[in-house]
């Protein structure tokens, strides 16, 4: 009786205890309901939060966001990324001691190949300057596709595939090795290891994409033996898109994403602040160079360093170059308004993304440089941001770098200035922890340039078409300069390079 008494005073029915029963059932619902609210509230207001950038974008004071629950950011961005046994890659940077006999390799594989954080300077900023080598793309691309928004599990919703193989490491350590076979077997076995899996079957490679942090010519070996590997030389690599330092502009399936420079922001303010701050310099020397000298006195290198010494309006390092800091280097390029950036050890040069981050505008004189090259990360128009005198004129002596440089108007010079620090973001690599940026980095323009080349041969592919890049081959570095809504290739100011 005790025990239905009990009962009977939590079930529904008549009497004054009714009500006070369902008192409580009421405030709790009420709690949560309160609870959700708030909760909404507080994701809405983080979610229109951001830097000063973004606000300054927004249309109104106030507005309320959008509501599209379920709504997935990442359709057509997803990418699924291999987790490749450690042999090709892991492996190889433990090993990084055997890259050279001379330089220790291994502290520059620091801070995800950012190398070691360099100390406060009068040219770098104080925070997130580093000491970053030209070979290491292949470590800080992987580390930002570990952290990047929209990798998938799912091979079969993936826009693209990543294949984090460390090649130019494998290059690093097999390259001075006689016997090919030797120098070719685990890029050999990197092509192997694709073909047997179901991702790579199901485009046959198409969709897939690698990092190689070296240039072209280290993974194009003939078999007649020479220079470097072949493993862009298997058809397995050859179906894939490859980035390097350096691209062949008639290879094809090769595109060349920028050298990495000391500076890696972790905020949209480090961004803006250190553009403003190469708006501001003074700039003492019309123009500058950062290299030293090359063998041989009818070099174009040879002319610019003979030409500069005479000149009281050229800065230059000569032969203390090999000893300079990178905090000296950026120095010598913030003093000028020119910098010239002849080929290096090969066409291009890690000083032309350091002479961008500069602000400094470009003097090239072989259209390989950056012209064909750099085709996702700089702008088609190559007079908007640099300046090209042909180096057959200047290895000749038939020309003076001052006087075609002294040549442009101020105000033209000042309109190209301010077009090489608006494409500062777009060349350096940020901090991979970073959150919240509104600009793209280099990373993210090629990504994006990635994903789109994909889009177009999976649309193929649906069509039940056999897929056939239009800029694979010779002339590939043709379609890649095309003006938007050109189709059709013909005769270039660049054909006699």
Known sequence: MERDAAFGKHSVGGGSGVGSSLRPPRIFCLTVLSIVFWALIFYFISSMQGNTASLLLKTAAF?????????????????????????????????????????????????????????????????????????????????????????????STAAAVYVPFY????????LWKSNLSDRDALSRDMADWLVRRPE??????????????????????GEDGG???????????????????????????????????????????????????????ER?????????PRPGNTTVRAQIIEQCGKSSSCAMFGAKMYHSSPDQIMGLLESAEFCVEPCGDSFTRK?????????????????ISAYTQYTWHLPRDYRSYSVFIPWDD???????????????PPTKVAQMREEVIRLIPR??????????????????????????????????????????????????????????????IGPHEFDPY
């Open 63 to 155: 507005s309320l966001p959008s509501f599209r629950f379920g709504r997935d950011r990442c359709v057509g961005r997803y990418i699924y990324m291999y987790d490749l046994p450690p042999r090709f890659n892991a492996d190889l940077a433990s090993r990084c001691r055997g890259f050279s006999v001379t330089d220790d390799i291994c502290k520059l594989m620091a801070n995800d190949g950012f190398g070691g954080q360099l100390p406060p300077g009068e040219s770098l900023p104080e925070k997130g300057a580093y000491d970053t080598d030209q070979y290491m793309l292949e470590l800080i691309y992987h580390a930002r596709m570990r952290r990047y928004e929209c990798l998938t599990a799912d091979p």
């Open 227 to 281: 220079w470097g590997n072949a493993l862009m030389t298997y058809p397995a690599i050859r179906n894939t898109t490859v980035l390097t330092i350096e691209a062949s502009p008639w290879q094809g399936n090769d595109f060349a994403v920028p050298f990495a420079s000391h500076f890696h922001p972790s905020s949209n303010t480090d961004v803006v602040r250190w553009q403003d701050r190469m708006r501001r310099l």
């Open 351 to 367: 000083s032309t993304f350091d002479a961008i981050l500069a602000g400094c505008i470009l003097v090239f004189f072989h259209p």
């Open 167 to 174: 090649a130019g490491f494998d290059v690093s350590l097999n």
């Open 200 to 221: 790579w079957r199901a485009m046959w490679g198409h969709d897939h994409f690698l990092v190689a942090g070296r240039a072209t010519w280290d993974f194009i070996r």
């Open 284 to 292: 003492r020397s019309l123009w500058g160079f950062a290299g030293g």
């Open 427 to 488: 060349v350096m690599y940020r901090d991979p922890m970073a959150k919240g940026m509104v600009f793209k980095d280099a990373f993210d323009v090629a990504v994006d340039a990635v994903i789109h080349r994909m889009a177009k041969r999976r649309r193929v592919a649906a069509e039940g078409r056999e897929y056939k890049d239009s800029v694979d081959g010779y002339l590939s570095w043709k379609y890649d300069l095309l003006e938007p809504g050109q189709k059709d």
């Open 394 to 408: 200047v290895a000749k002596r038939n020309v003076s770098i001052e006087e075609e440089l002294r040549k442009i």
